[in-house]
């Protein structure tokens, strides 16, 4: 199935998202500086990073929400794409929290905006991997005829069988 909102026959959601992930992810790892060096620039420099995040994450939600309402029910997809979207909807929020707890500080985030921050980057992972599975392997997005219901792509026991010379047989 495609995207119902594109530009320049591109998916929009799929555009906005690399950059809330790229700007949150990397806003720990500023975190993880400024522990080590004692730095305040560099908590500054995260607080900024999860701000400019947050609003990223937040111009994205509109257009995954309108791609998600557009999967077909009672498949798959649907149910995947409502994992990914209410885990980034609570890695929102835990960011949000985050970003508002340093407010008064930028320069000495606590433990508990850092900690915020490394609940918020691990959901990111799992959050993210889900919506590489809807893409990727479930084709969400991307074609009109992608198969809604297809396995998961961890197992090897979904893959179909391989011929005797060991290589896949791809259809052209």
């Known amino acids: 199935m495609e995207s119902r ?3 320049l026959g591109h998916p929009v959601h799929p555009m906005l998202v690399v950059y ?3 700007l949150l992810g990397t806003s720990l790892g500023f975190d993880i500086v400024h522990l080590v060096t004692q730095r305040a620039l560099w908590a500054v420099i995260a607080y900024w ?3 400019a995040g947050v609003v990223g994450g937040a111009l994205a939600v509109p257009f995954g929400l309108v791609d998600w309402l557009s999967i077909p029910g009672r498949t798959r997809a649907r149910a995947i794409g409502a994992w990914h979207g209410v885990g980034n909807l609570t890695v929102l929020g835990l960011f949000a ?3 508002v707890l340093r407010r008064g500080e930028p320069a000495g985030p606590g433990v508990l905006p ?5 609940l918020g980057v691990g959901l ?9 599975e809807l893409i990727d392997h479930l084709g969400v997005g991307v074609d009109n005829g992608a198969h809604l219901n297809a396995p998961t792509s961890l197992g090897s026991q979904d893959a179909p069988p391989r011929p005797r010379d060991g290589r896949r047989r791809v259809k052209v």
């Open 5 to 7: 909102v594109k530009l």
């Open 20 to 22: 809330p992930l790229g």
């Open 97 to 99: 929290a985050d970003w």
């Open 49 to 51: 990073l999860i701000a």
């Open 114 to 118: 850092i900690a915020l921050s490394c």
């Open 124 to 132: 990111l992972i799992v959050t993210g991997w889900l919506g590489g």
